[in-house]
C-alpha cells in the first residue's frame, strides 16, 4: 500500500505560493533561513502554552509568564531566530513582554482552562498524513469545540483555508473525539462551533462561525488536487515579485539559473541566501530618529531588567549572582533624605552651616554628616530633621 503523504496547512500554503519552492522546501529538503518573525511567533506561542497548560491546576502570574518568556528567548542568539542584529532582537524582546504583560492586564481576571493547548494532530485521511497542531481548543459542551489561533503578525485577517483545515482536522480527528469523551463520555461527534484568530499585538479576537458543509467539501477537492500534483511531481515554478523578493532559493531556482537543480539535498545542505535587495539610502534625519528610538527603548528595557534583577535578587537574598557570562552584585546603599526644607535652611542658619552649602540640597545637607569640621551636636541636630531608607545598587561585569 502506498506511504500516505505527508500534508498540513503550511505545505499547502508553500505549494500554492510556489510549486518549484515546495520542491526545494520538501523534495531536496533544503531547509528555509530562520526568519525573525517565526522566532518571535514560536515564543509566543510556547508562552501560551506555558500559560494555559492544562495540566497545572493553577495559572501562573506575569512575573512566571515573564520569566518563563526570558529563559524561552534567550535560548538562541538573535542570529539563529534570523534577526539582522543584537539590537532587532532587543528590541523584539522588549515588544514581546509588552505583549504579556497587556495580555495580563486585559484577561487574566478571566483565565479559563482550555481543552487542549499546542495539540499536535496527525490525521489520515484520504491518502495523506495531515499534520495539524492546533494552538488552543475550548469545550463549549453537547460535543462542540471552539478552535482559536495566535497570531503575531503586523495585521491578522481571514484566512479561510486555514480555517477550513482546521474543522477538517477537529471533525474526523479520533484523538480529538478521545479528548473530548475525557470530559463528556456521552459524546459520538465533534463539531466545531466557532473558530477565532486572536492577534496578540492588539489583542484582537476575530471570530468567525463553522463553514457550511459544502464550502469544507470544496476545500477539500482543492487539497486533494494538490496531493495529486505532488505525487505526480509538478513542481513548475511559479515566479512572480512578491514571492521571489524573499524567496531563499533564488540562487538555486531554475528561473534565475536557467538549469534544474542537482545539487545536494537533505538537511545538512548548503545553500546561499540571495543578496539583499538593495535600499535607498535613509536621510540624516531618518538615521538620527532611529538612532534616537533604539538608544531610548535599549534604556528603557536596561531599567526594567535592572528593576526586576535587584527584586529577584532580594527576594532570595543573594548579594551576588552569576550569568554564563557575567556576575552581578548588589550593593545595599543607606539613603538619607530631608523632607522639610525651611527646617533644614533655618537650622544651618542658626548653626553657621549656611555658607558651607552655598546651595542646601539633599546631597550637599548629607555631606555635612561626614563632614569632619562640622561638630558632632550639629551633626546629631542634622541628624534629628533626616529620615534615613534602603536603596540598591547593582553591579553588572564580566565573570572572571
Ligand atoms: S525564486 Fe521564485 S520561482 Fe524560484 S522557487 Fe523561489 S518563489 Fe519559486
Redesign the pocket.
Known amino acids: 500500500m502506498a506511504k500516505n503523504l505527508s500534508f498540513s496547512y503550511s505545505k499547502m500554503g508553500m505549494y500554492k505560493?510556489?510549486?518549484?519552492?515546495y520542491?526545494?522546501r520538501y523534495v531536496h529538503m533544503l531547509p528555509e533561513q530562520p526568519k525573525y518573525y517565526f522566532a518571535f511567533g514560536s515564543a509566543m506561542h510556547a508562552v501560551m502554552e506555558f500559560i494555559f497548560d492544562p495540566a497545572r491546576p493553577t495559572f501562573p502570574s506575569l512575573q512566571e509568564a515573564l520569566q518563563f518568556f526570558d529563559v524561552t528567548w534567550s535560548k538562541t542568539t538573535f542570529e539563529q531566530k534570523g534577526y539582522a542584529s543584537a539590537e532587532k532582537e532587543l528590541a523584539g524582546y522588549a515588544e514581546g513582554r509588552q505583549i504579556i504583560e497587556s495580555y495580563y492586564a486585559k484577561n487574566a481576571s478571566s483565565f479559563v482552562h482550555p481543552l487542549s493547548v499546542e495539540m499536535k494532530s496527525t490525521l489520515d485521511i484520504d491518502g495523506l498524513s495531515l499534520i495539524s497542531i492546533l494552538d488552543r481548543m475550548d469545550y463549549l459542551g453537547g460535543g462542540k469545540i471552539k478552535i482559536l489561533d495566535y497570531k503575531t503578525g503586523k495585521t491578522v485577517q481571514r484566512e479561510p483555508d486555514q480555517l477550513y483545515m482546521y474543522q477538517k482536522v477537529v471533525e474526523n480527528s479520533p484523538t480529538i473525539l478521545k479528548l473530548v469523551q475525557t470530559k463528556d463520555p456521552a459524546v459520538k461527534e465533534v463539531r466545531v462551533e466557532q473558530l477565532s484568530f486572536y492577534h496578540l499585538p492588539t489583542l484582537q479576537e476575530m471570530t468567525f462561525d463553522r463553514a457550511p458543509d459544502k464550502e469544507i467539501f470544496a476545500f477539500w477537492q482543492k487539497v486533494l488536487t494538490i496531493a495529486d500534483n505532488i505525487r505526480a511531481g509538478h513542481f513548475d515554478?511559479?515566479?512572480?515579485e512578491s514571492?521571489?523578493r524573499w524567496?531563499?532559493?533564488?540562487n538555486?531556482?531554475?528561473?534565475?539559473t536557467g538549469k534544474e537543480y542537482t545539487g545536494p539535498s537533505g538537511y545538512g545542505a548548503k545553500i546561499t541566501p540571495?543578496a539583499p535587495a538593495v535600499k535607498e539610502m535613509p536621510s540624516t534625519q531618518e538615521v538620527l530618529s532611529e538612532k534616537i528610538d533604539r538608544y531610548g527603548s535599549l534604556v528603557e528595557e536596561l531599567r526594567r531588567l535592572e528593576n526586576e534583577i535587584i527584586t529577584l535578587m532580594r527576594e532570595n537574598k543573594f548579594e551576588r549572582h552569576f550569568g554564563k557570562q557575567y556576575k552581578a552584585e548588589l550593593e545595599r546603599i543607606e539613603k538619607t533624605t530631608f523632607s522639610d526644607k525651611t527646617k533644614v535652611v533655618d537650622l544651618l542658619r542658626n548653626l553657621k552651616l549656611l555658607a558651607k552649602v552655598l546651595v542646601p540640597t539633599q546631597s550637599t545637607v548629607t555631606a555635612l554628616l561626614s563632614d569632619p569640621t562640622v561638630s558632632a551636636d550639629a551633626k546629631e541636630k542634622l541628624k534629628a530633621l533626616a529620615k534615613t531608607c534602603e536603596d540598591f545598587s547593582l553591579h553588572i561585569e564580566k565573570a572572571d
Open positions: 505560493e510556489c510549486p518549484q519552492k520542491k526545494f515554478p511559479t515566479p512572480g514571492q521571489c524567496c531563499d532559493y533564488r538555486l531556482c531554475p528561473v534565475f540571495p
